[in-house]
């Protein structure tokens, strides 16, 4: 148990936490490299060169694509989209991390390592054509959270990003409002406000999506961008779009999967609540303490249902595996909630061992 205890403690350099956050990545993508396979609409572009990307909403996609293939027409250079991806996906984490933690820990490097390493994120990567500007996407998204923590906080790279984010695949758009309420709790937790911080931040997001739309417009062809609201039964479909979420995340990490992720969340729930009685232990009539100290509480939760409802009021939502890209950070930030300093650190570095060995077996 010390010995435990002591690697939970160590700390890494910049370089290092890098390689580790590489080498998690490289071997989450290792088995899907080395299968060679042609995967679902894999088969038809090989067939027909096709691009088609710009009509599902994503024009960047095509761009991209474009410029690996030296013209118009989808050429199959595997495998280097997903070679690319490994290291894509690790500076990813890396950002994370930055934005997580001033030290890189074991347990911060493990967290962030979560994000781009869960059972979900699977399929986005087995596109032999389409896991580079899927991973490009998420950490596109990753980046614009990362803009509010450093010293240029300039609006327009956030919103930027964010655009280029949805132009290479939609399915990020629950990744950062995600990282902002890890950013709330992060300010939460030392004892900083923020409430305007949720507002200032949600309002880019708002805009960045109205921007999208915008765009998106002059090049979507298919009906996968329609609102299910047009429905008669709009609620149904919605209820029925949600319990196939459900059942997406808690066989997530197999047959125990629904144990895993219910004991972290309740973990994480009763650790804000006596962080928070720890912390307010007189009875305070400062609404705005007590707006705060409830939103953190919804965090845990919160976070799984976002990472889903963006997905569920499309009228034809397809409830697989590669939509789910936020349940990776709703997981990273479940497990988060639960560091205190130097306190808890053994509790995280278990939880995440497990977690992160069960995504990549």
């Not at 590669?322 to 988060?336: D, K, N, T, W």
């Amino acid at each position: 148990m010390n010995y435990l205890r002591f690697i939970s403690d160590s700390k890494f350099s910049n370089k290092n936490s890098f390689l580790l956050l590489l080498s998690a990545s490289a071997l989450f993508m290792l088995p899907i490299i080395n299968a060679n396979i042609y995967y679902v609409d894999d088969i038809s572009r090989a067939q027909t060169n096709f691009l088609g990307w710009s009509g599902l909403g994503r024009p960047v996609s095509d761009i991209l694509l474009m410029i690996f293939s030296l013209g118009r027409r989808a050429v199959d250079v595997s495998p280097l989209p997903q070679i690319l991806s490994v290291f894509i996906n690790a500076v990813t984490a890396y950002v994370l991390l930055k934005c997580i933690s001033k030290e890189s820990t074991v347990n911060s490097v493990l967290i962030s390592a979560i994000a781009i390493s869960s059972p979900l994120y699977i399929q986005n990567m087995v596109y032999r054509y389409d896991s580079l500007s899927m991973s490009l996407a998420v950490l596109f998204s990753v980046y614009a959270f990362y803009i509010p923590f450093v010293k240029y906080r300039n609006i327009i790279i956030v919103a930027v990003s964010l655009v280029l984010s949805f132009c290479l695949y939609q399915a990020t758009m629950p990744i950062f409002p995600i990282l902002i309420m890890l950013g709330a709790f992060k300010l939460n937790k030392e004892s900083k406000s923020f409430l305007t911080f949720i507002i200032k931040w949600a309002i880019v997001y708002l805009t960045s999506l109205l921007a999208y739309k915008v765009i998106s417009g002059f090049f979507v062809t298919s009906t996968r961008g329609d609102m299910i609201f047009s429905h008669e039964n709009w609620i149904e479909a919605l209820k029925s779009n949600l319990e196939s979420f459900y059942w997406l995340y808690v066989n997530a990490y197999g047959h125990h999967g629904d144990i895993i992720i219910s004991f972290l969340v309740v973990l994480s729930f009763s650790f804000i609540v006596f962080s928070l009685l720890k912390r307010n232990n007189t009875i305070t009539n400062n609404i705005y303490i007590i707006v705060q100290g409830f939103l953190s509480i919804t965090f845990p939760l919160l976070s799984l249902a976002v990472s889903a409802i963006f997905i569920s009021i499309l009228s034809e939502s397809l409830i697989v595996p590669r939509v789910a890209l936020g349940f990776g950070f709703a997981m990273a930030f479940i497990i988060y909630t639960l560091h205190d300093k130097n306190h808890n650190n053994l509790i995280i570095f278990i939880a995440s061992s497990i977690v992160l060995f069960i995504s990549i077996c």
